[in-house]
């Protein structure tokens, strides 16, 4: 990469300047992205739902020693983002830094956003200033507190967090980063790669950081008319912008923000039901019993079918049990719940379904989806939740 500067018709030839040189090291590089969020918002998704530097360094307590995160973000929508800064001089410093923060992101998963807010309140030693206030502060748009708190705490609950490694030189390894998480397994929902070069004069100094490669784990559920499709594991390997378009970005962006909605909204009979937590693109798990695990809640788009629905699959501890019970009381679930299905799968496992045929593209429409979706969901849980519970007594 070259780089020119045109300063009063005189042109100057930048020179790339190597890390570890007039003190850019790692900390350098950590302070640099912290107090410059601009390098870290590259792509259209950015644009819409910005990252937001809150501390640098945050004491993360692991089962033996306390480790620290580099930078801990939060997007503008209240999902937390984690960044750690390593200049890759060899091939252990690689692993090393992947592992970090795969580590990272578990020691934050399952904490409550009083506890984080604690965290990074010590941290900069100011007790005055929440995570929303700031967000808010450095955020041009309109942030809604108890959104944005809903959805960081969800996002805690389930690990669900944007990872981003920054260093030099990072583009030339996206195949080994690949390989080593392919190998550990790892289940992440956004991982990108961010390269910052150094280009300097005698006079000035110019950082540039390249849109950054994007590496995406998640599963996603498709639903089709009389049937429910096998989980698919979808990885995904690209340069952010060179397949997505900004109306999918958009359209990513809008879909969370429903979920959001329908999260914050729904309000189940039973106190002791969890709240849905967010599962992937388009759809929410809703928590329940160990024979099926969750109750999923979801919207597709299926060629020129379109609806919203809910299932649940019998594959946990004492499913095919609590599937046949089901069938047995079918005649008073119908009455109960219209239009309620059932079918085996390929696989031989029992499933209960529901859905509704509507344009989910079509936004005039989004009103009667949510409230679809809060009185269906409601509706079965009532339903269905004396039968577990008594299924539960019996088996003591």
């Known amino acids: 990469m070259k780089a020119i500067s045109i ?9 790339s300047t190597a890390f570890y040189t007039e003190g850019m090291n790692e900390s350098w590089l950590q302070e640099t992205l912290f107090n410059s969020p601009d390098l870290l918002n590259q792509t259209s998704r ?26 801990l973000a939060v997007r503008a929508s209240g999902r937390p983002v984690l960044i750690e800064c390593k200049l890759w001089k060899n091939p252990q410093s690689r692993r090393e830094v992947i592992g970090q923060i795969l ?15 604690a965290q990074v309140r010590a941290t900069v030693k100011n007790t005055d200033i929440t995570i929303w206030q700031e967000a808010k502060r450095q955020c041009d748009s309109t942030i809604d507190e108890a959104r944005f708190v809903d959805h960081f705490t969800n996002c805690l609950l389930d690990g669900s967090f944007d990872l981003i490694l920054a260093g030099d030189g990072i583009r030339s390894d ?3 980063v690949i390989t080593f998480l ?41 639903v089709a008319s009389g049937e429910i499709a096998e989980s698919l594991e979808i990885l995904e390997n690209q340069e952010s912008g060179s397949k997505k378009s900004r109306q999918d970005e958009e359209t990513n962006i809008r879909n969370r923000q429903f979920w959001d909605k329908f999260i914050t909204q729904v309000q189940f009979s039973h106190d002791d039901q969890d709240k849905p937590r ?33 299932f649940m699959t019998f594959n946990g501890p004492g499913g095919d049990e609590a599937y046949t019970q089901l069938l047995d009381q079918w005649e008073g679930l119908v009455s ?23 344009d989910i593209t079509d936004a005039s429409t989004e009103a ?6 809060i009185k269906t969901s409601v509706k079965l849980t009532d339903t269905l939740t004396p039968i577990f519970e008594a299924m539960g007594r019996a088996d003591v």
């Open 336 to 358: 109960e719940i219209p239009n309620l299905g059932h079918q085996v799968s390929k696989d031989g496992i029992g499933e209960i379904f529901i859905f509704e045929l509507v």
């Open 103 to 117: 580590e990272y992101g578990a020691l934050l998963q399952g904490q409550s956003y009083s506890d984080v807010d």
């Open 368 to 373: 009667f989806q949510l409230e679809w979706l």
């Open 46 to 71: 950015d644009s819409l739902d910005p990252i937001i530097p809150l501390c640098r360094e945050l004491p993360l307590r692991g089962s033996t020693s306390t480790v620290f995160l580099d930078i």
């Open 174 to 176: 996206v195949k080994s």
């Open 182 to 222: 392919e190998r550990r397994q790892s289940q992440i929902n956004s991982l990108h790669l961010l390269e910052v070069t150094v280009f300097g004069s005698d006079e000035e100094r110019l950082v540039v950081a390249q849109a950054p490669i994007q590496i995406m784990s998640q599963k996603f559920v498709q």
């Open 7 to 15: 300063k009063n018709n005189h042109y100057e030839t930048l020179a």
């Open 278 to 310: 967010h599962g992937g693109r388009n759809w929410v798990k809703i928590p329940y019993y160990p024979q099926v695990n969750w109750i999923t809640a979801y919207r597709i788009k299926d060629g020129n079918r379109s609806r919203v629905g809910l």
